[in-house]
C-alpha cells in the first residue's frame, strides 16, 4: 500500500492511501507542457481522477485523488502530470494551474 500527502481546500494536510482499483473521471479541460516551469502546482477539477502508475491509460490505476486537492507536478509527458509524492501521474486535462 502507497501514499499520497495532500492538501485539501483549507490547506489541511490529509493521506492517502489505496492499493485497489479506482473510478474513471471525464475530461474537463487542459494544461501545456509548452512553457512549463517545474514544479508547479495543480488543482483537481473533477470529482474523481485516477492517479497511474505512468503517464497514459494503459498504466495500471495506483489510487485516486478527488475534486479541490492540490498536488505538485514535477515532470510532464504528453498532457500527463507526475506528482512530487512518487504516487504517479495523472491526466493534466483534469486540472487546473494555481
Known sequence: MRGDILLDTDMHVVVVLSDGPKAEGR??????????????????NTDVLNVRTGPGTNYQIHT??????????VEESEGWGRLKSGSGWID???TIKV
Not at 35 to 44: G, L, N, W
Not at 64 to 73: F, L, N, Q, S
Open 27 to 44: 475530461n474537463s479541460g487542459g494544461s501545456s507542457s509548452t512553457d512549463t516551469k517545474f514544479p508547479y502546482i495543480v488543482q483537481i
Open 64 to 73: 485516486k485523488v478527488t475534486r479541490g486537492y492540490k498536488y505538485t507536478i
Open 92 to 94: 493534466l486535462s483534469y
